[in-house]
């Protein structure tokens, strides 16, 4: 039997007032003491809207890998959006279709997220890292997340899809229009954007994929639209919206979170001279930091599930009943003592390292070989190149639960 504390009941009551829809705002800029706080006092968190959140790695994991989960919210989504362009991308993708649809969808997009097609753009990325290198170089002073991290996922990304690169800075300005709505709460002037960008995003896609249905013959391995393009002649079932819209998820997917890897790795080494040292010596392979700033950094705080049956935790932190909204904390599962030794220090070299960063089961990150690949590349270079780098001023995280991510983060080349 465990014995309560009262300093385990103290605990418990401060976990308890923790509020996902509103939290304080220095959760922005350090969301980990609050999880800690969750993990050791309300690992099964109960929120204003009925669902609940897990914090705790075996939990988010358990329910993670439980295939009779749903993803599909069409209902929730619908009392949250109202009717219109916003419900409907959020109810049309494979990011919240459940099967069959899910694999009916992924299945069209899996071969150029495949690792045979991501290590073919390997000397691509290379290029495109160099070349903004230059371009920083150049500028001596410019913010590192809109001046080079953003510019080196987006750039992939629309070779992928299929879309110009000169369209990258109004992708991302529409982008996140679209995806700012599933936070845990927000303000109906939001949703009314979302609304409005989503038809938008529609309208800027509509006539690439027109041009290409026009065409005697698709070459389904040209890009992303081509092989939607090409599986809808062929036969397979998917309609036009449904290509626009699973567009827009991959184009949202393959640069906001790549983006938000590169330059927190960058921030969170120039807080670390030991580790930066590391990796800029080769003392440690980038393959095994990597996964060690993604398990550290992970751009995708939250994900969700739907509970079809009760859900027994193995961990003996509850039962979750069937038709329960589950709010799966990923970032907090990731920084689990539980799990991890020290989990809020850097340790490159850590392995084992199952972190969570990019899912688990049939929803896992479709992009993760690609988010890989620029990460990789991006940082040794950016160690090499610029090795004088210092910080320029302060940094500040967006405002956003789902997503963290540098709004800012001002630096020079000293």
Not at 303 to 320: E, M, P
Not at 371 to 376: K, N
Not at 387 to 413: C, H, K, M, S, Y
């Amino acid at each position: 039997m465990t014995v309560s504390t009262a300093a385990d009941e103290v605990l418990s009551g401060q976990a308890r007032g923790f509020n996902l829809f509103d939290p304080p705002e220095d959760y922005f800029d350090d969301p980990g003491p609050y999880f800690r706080l969750l993990r050791d006092g309300d690992p099964l968190h109960a929120q204003e809207d009925g669902s609940v959140l897990l914090t705790r790695y075996d939990d988010v994991r358990q329910v993670w890998r439980d295939l009779s989960g749903l993803v599909y919210k069409g209902d929730q989504f619908r009392q949250r959006f109202g009717e219109g362009p916003l419900l409907e991308h959020h109810t049309s993708t494979m990011l919240f279709r459940d099967n069959p649809d899910h694999d009916r969808l992924r299945n069209i997009v899996n071969p150029f997220f495949a690792q045979t097609s991501i290590q073919q753009l390997s000397r691509f990325t290379q290029d495109v890292v160099d070349q903004e290198i230059e371009k920083v170089k150049r500028m001596g002073e410019f913010d590192f997340v809109r001046d080079f991290a953003f510019r080196i996922p987006v750039t992939l990304i629309c070779k992928i899809i299929g879309v110009p690169v000169e369209d990258a800075d109004y992708i991302q300005a529409v982008g996140r229009k679209v995806l700012f709505p599933l936070n845990p709460k927000v303000p109906d002037s939001a949703i009314a954007e979302g609304h409005d960008a989503v038809a938008e995003f529609k309208t800027y896609l509509l006539p690439f994929l027109q041009e290409i249905k026009s065409r005697p013959s698709i070459d389904r391995a040209e890009n992303i639209l081509c092989a939607m393009a090409a599986a809808q002649r062929e036969g397979v079932e998917i309609s036009d919206d449904e290509i626009l819209h699973m567009c827009i998820v991959t184009l949202n997917g393959g640069h906001e979170t790549t983006t938000n890897l590169i330059s927190q790795s960058i921030h969170f080494l120039m807080d670390d001279p030991e580790s930066l040292k590391q990796l800029r010596d080769g003392e440690v392979p980038i393959a095994t930091a990597l996964e060690e700033l993604i398990r550290f950094v992970t751009p995708l705080q939250l994900q969700g599930r739907r509970t079809t049956r009760d859900v027994v935790l193995d961990s003996g932190n509850g039962t979750i009943p069937a038709g329960t909204e589950v709010v799966l904390c990923q970032a907090s599962a990731n920084r689990d003592e539980r799990i991890f030794d020290s989990p809020d220090r850097l340790n490159l070299a850590r392995r084992p390292n199952n972190h969570v960063g990019f899912g688990a089961g049939i929803h896992v990150c479709l992009g993760r070989s690609l988010a890989r690949l620029e990460a990789s590349i991006a940082i040794p270079t950016v160690l090499r190149e610029l090795p004088t780098l210092a910080r320029g001023g302060d940094v500040r995280f967006q405002r956003n639960t789902r997503f963290r991510g540098l709004e800012q983060f001002p630096v020079r080349i000293a």
